[in-house]
């Protein structure tokens, strides 16, 4: 439960972040580049809370690779996490996945639903303009992937760590 909270916690303070930029008119571009964002500290912040290994990284990276090919499944007025989580869970469930990862993978793919969910949340005019929403999440997807591939030594993983243990910390005291 302390793990979910400080999670929620780090969501919290990323959403504040954005918020500065709700009120702005924005080119798909800057859109582009703050969905990626966005995602890449979706992905850092779940590292944090989780402390995933390499090969976990590396599947979740996989599963989202899958995601991001169906992301034209979902409609207008739905949320991402109610369609693709559960394509998600069935391509989890192949043999694409080994049996002992699959909570884990799940964790991970369900916390980038989660930040594209969030992000359409902050900025509720993106997703009804289905023209750029696909590519919205395809730069949070990649963001996120590319949260994933950084390394442990990194200092965004470094900082988010330290930020996850006094949050962690400050919970059990």
Do not use: H
Not at 37 to 57: C, K, R, S
């Amino acid at each position: 439960m302390k793990k979910i909270i400080a999670s929620l916690i780090t969501v919290l303070c990323i959403s504040i972040i954005l918020i500065g930029t709700t009120g702005c008119n924005l080119t798909e571009g800057q859109m582009n580049a703050i969905s990626q964002t966005t995602g890449l500290a979706a992905a850092v912040g779940w590292i944090a809370a989780d402390n995933p290994d390499t090969n976990e990284m590396a599947m979740v990276s996989a599963t989202l690779d899958f995601v991001q090919t169906n992301v034209n499944q979902v409609a207008s007025g739905k949320k991402y996490v109610q369609v693709l989580y559960p394509l998600a869970q069935e391509f989890v469930n192949t043999d694409a996945i080994p049996e002992e990862y699959e909570p884990l993978v799940l964790a991970g793919t369900r916390a980038a639903l989660n930040g594209v969910d969030l992000l359409f949340a902050l900025y509720p005019d993106w997703k009804d303009k289905e023209e750029i929403s696909f590519g919205i999440v395809d730069s949070f997807i990649v963001g996120a992937k590319m949260g994933l591939s950084l390394a442990d030594d990194d200092p965004r993983i470094i900082e988010a760590r330290s930020m996850y243990q006094v949050q962690a910390k400050m919970f059990n005291e």
